[in-house]
């Protein structure tokens, strides 16, 4: 192998020499001639050819070799001279190479063949990491200068024999800590790393370090009163205490942490309650940290310490004017509770519960409506402990039922609030079996009875509960009662189904908590008066649609046929939409069989006559949209028939437009219906195959459409090609890119934003073929930049940009002529608009320049 310069032979040589030291033949005498014939070839210098056919990289030499200077302790005499000469190269990649090689080689190495070049290699890594721009080899200096130490930490010593481990941390400790206390703090953080670097291989180098490093942070912190220099510190304190949670459980004569306990917490206690915003954030996860040792290092917080802990949190949360350290602080608060879920339900609920109660005269109702927000989002952040959740989940619904019986005008903006609570509680409840099914059975049955009440009321008494049933309410507690849902087992979801379709068909109200009501629950009777009790199908479909497949729904084909029925014939947008959107999810996890054919059969009949003439077309156009998803997401057969139909639709003048949007419909995700996360039959590449069937016709219709209809096809087009995986898009991309093109001349400001966002991507993932219609796409763009609306001018402007990923060669003629134009929106009235322009104009600038 001496000289051999074929990758393919070098590669079969480096295996032989491994497989010669790995199955422990006696090297003798030629451990030194076996080494040198080898560690010639390194650092690895080797660039492929380009179209090699044998496609052998760089990589894989460079990892070859290393096997083989790494596979024996016999090489260490003379791998770690060469190792020690090329860190101080001025080529980065031998420097990197020669790293990650001794750290390969600390994994089989002992004290003896490391003793004598200790002092050498830390010299080396120290300069590395105090000088070095490159993130790459620091990085790969600190993990070599762990590997060295955990090295050291696990060699067995005889009595007789020095202990490295002490002599190497001591060096360590002489070089870098005295940085620590310089005025200017220069090169603070590269020591503070270097000493985390070693103090994290092992227990024994953590006690090392820390029981030096620990106290001078500590009186360093005190010492500079500046908030910057302080923040630097407890940063660093903060990766110290850290390390201790990698080595588990340790006892109280052991830990350093102990006996620094007091002025520890004073400092980070102190820090929570400075000004500065950022020394507060990094007091917050300092906090944290020292939650969550209390388990590691018993007796570390006190119950005082603890109640302590909690009054900073709810402060911070509550009252603090700056929204990041309030939500930080909720952010540590769930995850403390879980440590200490006694300390949280005791001392913390109850004073959030008093804060949300309580009405403060002197306060201004926005000031007020922002603690009450605060209080909500505290209350739902604390959840995360069953027993947390029994406390907070009343305190949120009590809270609920008083802002329903309250008059205020912003009563629907409260009740929102309180959902999106009980929404974030719901989603940290849904892995634990026992909080979730606590949760359901209080939140789905409250919710529901509150609905319930407020739709009675409203058919008696119009102004009464008035605000429960606006649309943004009611479509903020179905994400809530969803959630609730989703996770349940089947047999706990066989029952509550038990009880919520009865009340919805036979007004069924016996579960419901206070369920005296002043009338019948009929929300699928005729009768005007009855409009506020339709309205509440919305909370049905987020109970139905998000139960496990395998749960048997009673009364399906009578339900199925009555959510049929109002969504072709309400009147309510809301309602009718909700309705369709239920059938259609009901209709896609439906078993297979005749009563599904039949079921279809009669809303394919309603569709058409809906669609035919009358005042409920839009309604029968939102179901069909609503049940072709819920066949395309299966495969079922009849979706191609309903897809036909709804390209049908795109030449009718009074539907076209809506249709066209309904492709979006189709291909997006769905946030409330037919989507994995609620059980949706839901198969893969849907979207692919719906493309190769449809996109065709979309086509064909687009030539065949009178000019009035044209933009119809292309808005459809538009949103199939929008939320197609772009691999995809860019195979197809010669045979569609003309009509994208003629899209963009478009004056519909809907298929030109959404076929800009379609061609962003486009640009810089197949320039070749963009390349060929460059004169016409910056054409396009500027022209679009002076849009009437404000995202088109953004994505125009974004896409100019983009365009600056092509070939320098193809878009130097256009070099000066976008410049000029990228002037105009330099002085646009909106400064997001202004910021990409900024961008897209620098670009340009650059082009051709040297370097690009």
């Not at 997006?668 to 979207?687: N, Q, T, W, Y």
Request: charged share 20%; glycine share 4%.
């Amino acid at each position: 192998m001496d000289g051999e310069k074929d990758p393919r032979n070098l590669l079969v040589a480096f295996q032989i020499v491994r497989d010669l030291i790995a199955k422990n033949y006696a090297l003798g005498p030629f451990v030194e001639e076996l080494f040198e014939v080898t560690s010639c070839y390194f650092p690895i210098d080797f660039t492929p050819p380009p179209n090699d056919p044998h496609g052998i990289q760089r990589e894989d030499l460079i990892l070859s070799l290393r096997a083989v200077l790494a596979s024996t302790p016999q090489f260490a005499e003379f791998l770690l001279p060469l190792l020690i000469e090329k860190m101080d190269s001025d080529l980065q990649s031998a420097k990197l190479d020669s790293l990650q090689t001794l750290t390969a080689c600390c994994a089989i190495y002992g004290q003896k063949e490391l003793q004598e070049f200790l002092p050498s290699l830390w010299s080396s890594l120290r300069r590395e990491v105090f000088q070095t721009a490159s993130e790459k080899v620091e990085a790969e200096c600190l993990a070599a200068l762990h590997a060295l130490s955990a090295c050291l930490s696990c060699s067995v010593l005889r009595s007789d024999t020095e202990d490295l481990l002490d002599s190497f941390l001591s060096s360590i400790l002489q070089d870098c800590r005295h940085h620590l206390c310089e005025p200017d703090m220069k090169l603070v953080w590269p020591s503070a790393k270097l000493l985390q670097a070693a103090a994290g291989a092992s227990l024994r180098a953590y006690h090392c370090v820390t029981s030096s490093v620990l106290p001078l942070l500590l009186e360093q912190y005190t010492k500079h009163p500046q908030s910057s220099q302080r923040r630097t510190i407890l940063e660093m304190l903060l990766g110290f205490l850290e390390l201790q949670q990698k080595w588990g459980h340790v006892e109280e004569d052991e830990s350093t942490l102990l006996s620094l306990r007091a002025p520890v917490c004073s400092v980070v206690f102190s820090a929570l309650t400075d000004p500065s915003v950022q020394l507060q954030l990094v007091g917050i996860r300092a906090l944290t940290v020292l939650g969550s040792l209390q388990a590691l290092v018993p007796g570390f917080l006190s119950p005082s310490d603890l109640e302590l802990v909690v009054d900073h949190l709810i402060r911070l949360a509550l009252h603090e004017e700056d929204s990041q350290s309030s939500e930080a602080a909720m952010e540590a608060a769930g995850s403390l509770a879980p440590l200490y879920p006694k300390v949280f339900s005791g001392h913390m609920v109850p004073r959030l519960e008093e804060e949300l109660q309580s009405e403060r005269q002197e306060e201004s109702p926005r000031d007020h409506c922002s603690l009450q927000q605060r209080c909500l989002q505290a209350l739902a952040a604390v959840s995360t402990h069953t027993s947390i959740v029994r406390e907070t989940v009343p305190v949120l619904l009590q809270h609920l039922r008083k802002v329903q019986k309250g008059s205020e005008a912003g009563n629907a903006q409260d009740m929102v609030s309180v959902c999106q609570s009980l929404h974030r509680v719901a989603l940290q409840c849904q892995q634990d079996a026992e909080s979730c099914w606590y949760y359901h059975q209080t939140v789905v049955p409250c919710l529901l009875a509150m609905a319930v009440q407020a739709a009675m009321q409203e058919s008696t008494h119009p102004l009464l509960g008035k605000a429960l049933l606006e649309e943004e309410v009611l479509a903020a507690m179905v994400p809530v009662i969803s959630a609730a849902t989703t996770h349940l087992s089947p047999e706990l979801a066989a029952q509550s189904v038990s009880h919520v379709v009865p009340l919805f068909l036979d007004g069924e109200v016996s579960f419901l908590p206070q369920n005296s009501f002043p009338c019948s629950f009929q929300p699928f009777e005729d009768g005007e008066c009855l409009e506020a009790q339709r309205r509440l199908v919305a909370l049905l479909m987020a109970f139905v649609c998000s139960l496990p497949r395998n749960v048997a729904i009673p009364q399906q084909e009578r339900l199925l046929r009555e959510l049929l029925a109002l969504s072709c014939s309400c009147n309510c947008p809301f309602t009718a939409t909700t309705a369709a959107k239920c059938f259609a999810g009901l209709v896609n996890k439906h078993l297979a069989g005749q009563q599904l054919d039949e079921i279809l059969q009669l809303a394919v009949n309603r569709m058409e006559l809906g669609l035919a003439e009358g005042p409920c077309r839009m309604q029968a156009l939102t179901l069909l949209l609503w049940v072709t998803k819920a066949l395309v997401l299966r495969y079922h057969p009849l979706s191609s028939r309903l897809t036909d139909k709804l390209l049908g639709l795109l030449g009718d003048t009074e539907l076209g437009p809506a249709a066209a949007d309904g492709f979006s419909l189709l291909m997006a995700e769905s946030p409330d219906v037919l989507h994995k996360g609620c059980h949706a039959d839901v198969r893969i590449m849907f979207r692919q195959r719906f493309f190769t069937d449809n996109v065709p016709k979309l086509v064909q219709g687009f030539h065949g459409a009178g000019p009035d209809v044209k933009a119809n096809y292309l808005k459809g087009l538009s949103h199939v090609l929008n939320h197609l995986p772009k691999p995809v898009l860019v195979t197809e991309l010669p045979t569609l890119l003309s009509l994208l093109l003629e899209a963009l001349s478009c004056s519909d400001r809907v298929v030109q934003l959404s076929t800009l966002s379609c061609l962003q991507p486009l640009l810089l993932e197949a320039p070749q073929i963009m390349s060929l219609h460059v004169d016409t796409l910056v054409t396009k763009f500027l022209s679009l930049t002076s849009s009437p609306t404000m995202a088109v001018r953004i994505a125009a402007l974004r896409c100019a940009h983009a365009l600056t990923s092509l070939p320098t060669t193809v878009l130097l003629p256009y070099k000066a002529r976008v410049i000029r134009a990228l002037a105009k929106p330099l002085d646009d009235k909106k400064r997001l608009v202004r910021k990409e322009a900024v961008a897209a104009r620098g670009e340009w600038f650059l082009l051709g320049s040297p370097g690009r």
